[in-house]
């Protein structure tokens, strides 16, 4: 289905949990609050809901949280995603912890690709960034899911860490840490795409020190010599480069700076089952209500897919991030899905 704005709309993001079993800095504040078990879509309610979406033209889902490989039976969700006849894709964004223990179940549900959020190799600025010592589980992770061929994509916020913990020094002035180096390194030999996402002003990521991508790109492209950028994007916002001699490749998500609005393809469906129509705003819709209000059948359908048009049709036209005193979303990142 197309919004106000002629945008056809076939991506809806579904985050399964609120609950993570890290908290980086910039997603979810230490002290943060659940929400109670019982306000939590079942998975019934969230097929219900896929199914609905199909009708309008929904094709692509992407399964996140809060961590989403918290959530139990979360392949039993995939797999029952994946069998909703014009269902084209599911993904998955994850944390990469109990990625390991779980690659062999998500490939069994037919897990199309995964993102692995990962901001440093650094093993103390991770635990730092983080909360938890956990770096090696996360490339553990990493190498269960290349060995078993599963499309991989790095994301890493783009971020000073070098500025946040005060390196003195060229690195901590130029915007590319060492972080950022490590990664590129990543996708040198492996066959990942190593994307960095600009920080929005949500939630706790207001207060740490983001690296607009109009300057980070060419200070990149100036360490390495030939980075051209790919014609090839796939479907979402990411523009693409390619080092020369490099197996993966290098993207951008530039969604304060760059804005990709007009191409905004997506709706965001929150564990507790609101609809949301974008990341700047907390407009949308409370699919939950509808979702129990006890009504069945052909009623039940018409009701949700009420929502799912209405949440659509307000979708804005653009977000606007870099005028914070417009932002009225005021749930964390860990809370939307990303
Ligand atoms: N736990 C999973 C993970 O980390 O991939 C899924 C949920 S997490 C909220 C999804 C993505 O949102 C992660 O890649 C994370 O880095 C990103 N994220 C969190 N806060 C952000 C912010 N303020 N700006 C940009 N990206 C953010
Ligand atoms: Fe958890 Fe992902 Fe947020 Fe990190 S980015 S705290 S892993 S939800």
């Not at 991770?126 to 010592?133: A, F, K, L, S, V």
Request: proline content about 4%.
């Amino acid at each position: 289905m197309k919004d106000r704005f002629g945008r056809e709309i076939d991506y809806l993001r579904i985050s399964v949990t609120d609950r993570c079993n890290l908290r980086c800095l910039y997603c979810m504040p230490e002290d943060i609050e659940t929400v109670p078990m019982k306000e939590i879509l079942t998975f019934e309610e969230i097929i219900d809901v896929v199914k609905c979406a199909v009708k309008l033209g929904i094709s692509r889902i992407k399964i996140t949280g809060g961590e989403p490989l918290v959530r139990r039976n979360v392949c039993h969700l995939i797999r029952m995603i994946k069998d909703i006849p014009g269902i084209s894709q599911v993904t998955l964004t994850t944390n990469g912890l109990l990625l390991e223990e779980m690659i062999r179940e998500l490939a069994g549900a037919g897990t199309d690709s995964i993102n692995i959020s990962l901001d440093t190799l650094d093993r103390d600025r991770y635990r730092c960034i983080t909360g938890y010592d956990k770096l090696e589980a996360v490339q553990k992770g990493l190498e269960s899911a290349i060995d078993l061929a599963i499309p991989v994509k790095i994301n890493a916020v783009s971020v000073n860490w070098d500025r946040y913990f005060k390196v003195p020094g060229p690195e901590g002035d130029t915007g590319i840490s060492k972080d950022i180096m490590d990664l590129i390194g990543l996708c040198e030999k492996k066959p990942v795409d190593v994307r960095f996402i600009e920080l929005m002003p949500i939630g706790a990521g207001k207060d740490y020190p983001g690296i607009p991508h109009d300057l980070m790109i060419p200070m990149i492209q100036d360490h390495f010599a030939g980075m051209e950028k790919d014609s090839h994007h796939g479907n979402g916002p990411a523009v693409y480069y390619r080092i020369p001699g490099y197996t993966g490749r290098i993207g951008f998500i530039s969604a304060v700076h760059g804005k990709f609005c007009d191409k905004c393809n997506r709706l965001r469906l929150t564990s507790r089952g609101y609809l949301k129509s974008c990341l700047c705003y907390d407009t949308g819709y409370d699919l939950k209500h509808v979702l129990r209000d006890g009504s069945s059948g052909s009623q039940r359908e018409e009701r949700i897919i009420d929502g799912l048009e209405k949440s659509i049709l307000s979708k804005p036209d653009s977000h606007s991030f870099s005028q914070e005193e417009k932002i009225t979303e005021k749930l964390t990142m860990s809370a939307i899905g990303g």
